[in-house]
């Protein structure tokens, strides 16, 4: 893990091209607040595609959205043997024009840190980033974006730490927002802007970012554990301690250095985020994989790779056949039901794979089911959640 | 309530847990089973949940107490039991473990490049990526009514501090503070002498007793609904009939499991009037599964 860490921290390939377009963010901000936390989803391709023609409005981006449809992508998010679903996952292509968001925030202590992070992320870093956009000239891209996000997990922050002053619909969540417990809840966030030409990730916390290229397992965050050598020595200039108490954990307390909210741990616990740019490289980029610590608990980033490789492999091949690898699903299940937009059907895989849009996608979601499955046959004690997003970019033909 | 009627209702159900494990195991060895047939089976092993629950009931309509804690069970049963049987939820951790099983080995062959054409590992059991939708929003709903109910027993729990019981109590005790010669424990005299005889103290403390017995045979009701509804969703609408099979099976091994062997580590066969030796007609679930 320390080389991974000093690897972070000794900076990112970065790259000064520019164009990437930052579409307008504002009309986005009120649609779809609807919580998808919890649950597995195939979110309807067709509202992306319509998102990102409404959004094309200008040529140089409309160029790159053209070149660069979504990317295909699969969630799954499962409460597992924990009786708290304190996790939420976000997929939002075309979050920005050619951008497309991805985020895995594990909550601790209750959930809704968790969950505001998921209704709302997406939506901060679309502003930031339009407003890095039309206020600024810089020039490099990696530098841009490393801004665009230490503001948004700030902003972030301030919204989950001040959320229970603000009066909205009644707290569903199990504190009832009620100090000061609300004070010890938090959440992680990993976060990946997936553009034409760069990946944006973003971490803070012990969820975890692994990217597979050229064959190798890649990460590209590092987890913030207390015990990360310069973490550690980071708490401790802040006058933290960081006390081995069920692994280490600061003040005995946390078992991650960095977090979103967790005010009363402040300013040991922070919520600056780690930001890594790298360029796409096509033809070497497979696929990205977001999780949680369910996952990484229990499954090596090289498994998970091997995994997902396997999974994107067999639907390839797949889809040049007419199989239907659902057809032993019961009645209810092929003819839909109540939870019926979850239900990844062969129908669903067959658009998806044959009109050449991004979106939800058979083969992504099946590998991260195969993950939560594997996951949980190893004994993960805790919720689990994933995103597994392909990097191959189509043909349009 | 009638303890020995509710103890032969167990005994019953056992015996029929037995039964139907049978049936289920049979039907799972025969491969040329057909899904009406695996259906027919599995409906038959749900209506005996059900024939248990209304049984019970009968037994008991107005008096859910026997239930939370049955002489009849073993120790160890009654320290998992909640509200009366197991948590609905249990169906889906052991679904979990079931999903699991055989995957490693699967995912080994797919990992080693078998060929990708071969079909993706989904354990031995077959659950497939849609199934494991269904299931873990099946979970969510679940656990969220599991917690409401907990949250009337703990509330249940508590009143008993409270109205009607407690002002009875301190009513009682208050020209009774000279001090009492047969103690405070069940097989002393609790009320005036001359009460209305076994199983009843006086009309004001049957009053405030039935209220809590009537409120816990309510949440018992309610729980094993949604034993049943969850039983019943997972069974009939989420799994194939043959997982249906597969996953009742486990259940009925388990719990089976868990009695027999905590029977034999209690040392005895639990039976309502206290801990027995040999039951009479040696058909218990430890003399038939331990020959």
Not at chain 1, 4 to 33: H, L, N, P, T
Not at chain 1, 243 to 264: E, N, Q
Not at chain 2, 149 to 169: K, N
Not at chain 2, 239 to 252: F, I
Request: aromatic share 4%; proline share 5%.
């Amino acid at each position: 893990m320390e080389e991974i860490c000093c690897e972070v921290a000794a900076g990112s390939s970065s790259s000064d091209r520019k164009g990437e377009g930052v579409g307008d963010a504002g009309s986005r901000a009120a649609r779809r607040r609807r919580m998808e936390i919890r649950r597995l989803r195939v979110v309807a391709e067709e509202q992306a595609a319509k998102r990102r023609r409404l959004e094309g409005d200008d040529g140089e981006e409309e160029e790159d959205a053209v070149r660069d449809p979504a990317p295909r992508y699969g969630v799954t998010s499962v409460c597992g043997r924990r009786r708290d679903m304190e996790d939420a996952v976000t997929a939002r292509p075309g979050f920005i024009h050619g951008h497309h968001f991805f985020g895995v925030f594990d909550g601790h202590g209750c959930s809704h840190v968790a969950t505001s992070c998921g209704v709302r992320m997406h939506e901060i870093v679309a502003e930031e980033a339009a407003a890095a956009a039309a206020g600024s000239s810089a020039s490099d891209e990696a530098a841009r974006w490393r801004d665009v996000m230490e503001k948004s997990y700030a902003r972030m922050d301030a919204e989950a730490v001040g959320s229970r002053d603000t009066t909205g619909p009644a707290p569903t969540c199990r504190c009832e927002m009620q100090m000061p417990k609300c004070d010890h809840v938090g959440s992680t966030a990993v976060v990946a802007v997936v553009g034409p030409r760069h990946l944006v990730v973003a971490n803070c916390g012990d969820s975890r970012a692994v990217l597979c290229s050229g064959g190798a397992a890649i990460p590209l965050s590092a987890d913030h554990k207390p015990d990360r050598p310069d973490e550690l020595e980071r708490i401790h200039a802040a006058g933290g301690r960081v006390i081995f108490w069920d692994g280490a954990r600061v003040f005995g307390m946390l078992a991650m250095s960095r977090a979103i909210g967790d005010s009363y741990l402040k300013p040991f616990v922070i919520s600056d985020p780690e930001v890594r740019v790298v360029e796409r490289k096509d033809g070497e980029d497979e696929f990205l994989i977001l999780a949680s610590d369910g996952l990484w608990d229990v499954v090596s980033n090289e498994v998970a790779c091997k995994v997902v490789r396997a999974c994107l492999r067999n639907g390839a091949v797949r889809r040049g056949e007419r199989s239907s690898p659902t057809s032993n699903l019961s009645p209810r299940q092929s003819s839909g039901s109540s939870s019926g937009d979850e239900e990844a059907g062969p129908s669903d895989g067959a658009a998806s794979d044959s009109d050449g849009e991004g979106g939800e996608d058979k083969a992504c979601a099946e590998a991260a089911i195969l993950l939560t499955k594997l996951a949980l046959a190893r004994q993960t004690a805790d919720n689990v959640s994933v995103v597994v997003v392909n990097l191959r970019r189509r043909r349009r033909s | 309530m009638d303890m020995e009627r509710g103890a032969a209702c167990y005994r019953q159900w056992i015996a029929g847990q037995e039964a139907g494990l049978a049936e289920l195991e049979a039907a799972l060895a025969n491969a040329g089973a057909t899904d009406a047939e695996l259906r027919a089976v599995v409906e038959r092993c749900m209506r005996g949940y059900q024939d248990y629950v209304a049984g019970r009931r009968a037994v008991s309509p107005h008096d859910g107490t026997a239930f939370i804690a049955p002489p009849w069970c073993t120790a160890f049963e009654r320290s998992v039991l909640w509200l009366g049987g197991c948590r609905p939820t249990v169906a889906i951790r052991l679904l979990y473990n079931l999903s699991g099983e055989g995957l490693e080995a699967q995912l080994e062959e797919l990992i080693n490049g078998l060929g990708p054409m071969g079909p993706l590992p989904v354990g031995s059991m077959g659950i497939t990526p849609g199934q494991m939708v269904l299931v873990t929003d099946l979970h969510r709903r679940t656990l969220l009514q599991e917690n409401v109910l907990s949250d009337r027993l703990a509330t249940l729990h508590e009143d008993i501090a409270d109205q009607p019981l407690f002002p009875i109590v301190r009513q009682r005790a208050a020209p009774a503070a000279q001090p009492r010669a047969g103690g405070g424990d069940c097989d002393g005299p609790v009320g005036p002498p001359g009460g209305a005889g076994r199983g009843a103290v006086d009309a004001e403390v049957d009053a405030a007793f039935n209220s809590y017995r009537a409120a816990m045979a309510q949440l018992v009701a309610e729980a094993d609904d949604l034993r049943m509804a969850t039983a019943r969703a997972m069974a009939t609408e989420i799994l194939t009939p043959r997982q249906a099979v597969e996953m009742l099976a486990a259940a009925k091994q388990l719990h089976l499991s868990v009695r027999d062997w905590s029977c034999r580590a209690e040392g005895a066969q639990p039976q309502p009037n206290g801990p027995r030796v040999v039951p009479a007609n040696g058909t218990s679930a430890a003399a038939r599964r331990n020959p």
